[in-house]
């Protein structure tokens, strides 16, 4: 897939200008900071969402699931394995980087989660 360009408003460049000369820095990398943060807010929103389901469905995923481990997608189960890195694999080779909750089904629903991330390693949620 080829990006399209990228046609900022006047008031923005120019807000861009003023902030790159203030810190000595570049528009490029004002903008590259600017979209990673973008992109890992909405990484946090979409595991959020993905928490809140597990939340609702942990009810009956500890009832027939208990000790697997298992993974939700866009509010819905959408996998399961009693082995972590099994389930790990499949969901990469299903969903690639697509934030996908992977947690094990334990009698608390409301562990730490840590998001994986490519530039950081792991960033606590």
């Known amino acids: 897939m080829q990006l399209e360009q990228v046609v900022l408003r006047e008031d923005l460049e120019l807000r861009l200008l003023r ?3 203030r810190s ?3 528009i490029g990398q004002l903008l590259n900071e600017a979209v990673e943060e973008f992109l890992l807010n909405r990484q946090r929103a979409k595991i959020d969402a993905e ?3 597990f939340v609702r469905l942990h009810p009956e995923l500890w009832r027939t ?3 697997q481990w298992v993974a939700v997608h866009n509010g819905k ?3 399961t394995d009693p082995d972590r890195v099994a389930l790990y694999r499949r969901i990469r080779k299903n969903y690639g980087q697509t934030p996908v909750l992977v947690r094990e089904v334990t009698a608390n629903p409301d562990e730490d989660i840590w998001l994986r991330t490519p530039s950081t390693g792991k960033v606590a949620q």
Do not use: H, I, N, R
């Open 24 to 26: 000595d820095t570049s």
């Open 77 to 79: 189960l959408v996998a």
């Open 51 to 53: 928490v809140a389901a």
């Open 65 to 67: 699931k208990p000790g």
């Open 19 to 21: 902030d790159a000369e």
